[in-house]
T-cell receptor
Framework: DAGVIQSPRHEVTEMGQEVTLRCKPISGHNSLFWYRQTMMRGLELLIYFNNNVPIDDSGMPEDRFSAKMPNASFSTLKIQPSEPRDSAVYFC??????????????FGSGTRLTVV | SQQGEEDPQALSIQEGENATMNCSYKTSINNLQWYRQNSGRGLVHLILIRSNEREKHSGRLRVTLDTSKKSSSLLITASRAADTASYFCATVLYYNTDKLIFGTGTRLQVFP
């Protein structure tokens, strides 16, 4: 298995532009998580899905952020419009056992977003 | 606020020495997990310990859990330069087993 695949690895965009981050979870994993990592705030859980359904989006910072999971093999995190304070590394992770985190998570390599 | 706080924030040791990192948390847990993150990379799952377990081993890793003190420790024995990374504890809450909440991390530097 290729693991959790995220794209792009790096994204530099201008303030106000739309940014879309993509994630392909491990086949057979039915939970998917989006995290953001910054020096100031550490690892923050933004949103997670169980069986493609958004369960908890309380970590999404603002209405500018949205996430979708149209099928079991694909998810997107969109920021529109982007702002410099959105600069961070965004991680996608997947896990077995929707609704019960008794398994370790498998993380992607992350997308480093820089908004200038 | 963070569920898990790690101590120390940074640790420097020589190869061959043991490294101990501690994690404290605030709310009752279902399980606690440790992850490693190499610079510029994603997190890698190391070990999971359930709330009814007190100690677990995996290779050179030893994890203990004290639910009465709401704390855990990760011991890496006979450290190697390749162990240089950040180490995070993460908790699954007792009343919400859906998600994993990460601590602040310990930055470990192992000198050859």
């Amino acid at each position: 298995d290729a693991g959790v695949i995220q794209s792009p690895r790096h994204e530099v965009t201008e303030m106000g532009q739309e940014v879309t981050l993509r994630c392909k979870p491990i086949s057979g994993h039915n939970s998917l998580f989006w995290y953001r990592q910054t020096m100031m705030r550490g690892l923050e859980l933004l949103i997670y899905f169980n069986n493609n359904v958004p369960i908890d989006d309380s970590g999404m910072p603002e209405d500018r952020f949205s996430a979708k999971m149209p099928n079991a093999s694909f998810s997107t995190l969109k920021i529109q419009p982007s702002e410099p304070r959105d600069s961070a590394v965004y991680f996608c992770a997947s896990s077995r056992g929707a609704g019960q985190s008794n398994y370790g998570y498998t993380f992607g390599s992350g997308t480093r977003l820089t908004v200038v | 606020s963070q569920q898990g706080e790690e101590d120390p924030q940074a640790l420097s040791i020589q190869e061959g020495e043991n490294a101990t990192m501690n994690c404290s948390y605030k709310t009752s847990i279902n399980n606690l997990q440790w992850y490693r993150q190499n610079s510029g990379r994603g997190l890698v799952h190391l070990i999971l310990i359930r709330s009814n377990e007190r100690e677990k081993h995996s290779g050179r890793l030893r994890v203990t859990l004290d639910t009465s003190k709401k704390s855990s420790s990760l011991l890496i024995t006979a450290s190697r330069a390749a162990d240089t990374a950040s180490y995070f504890c993460a908790t699954v809450l007792y009343y919400n087993t859906d998600k994993l909440i990460f601590g602040t991390g310990t930055r470990l530097q192992v000198f050859p």
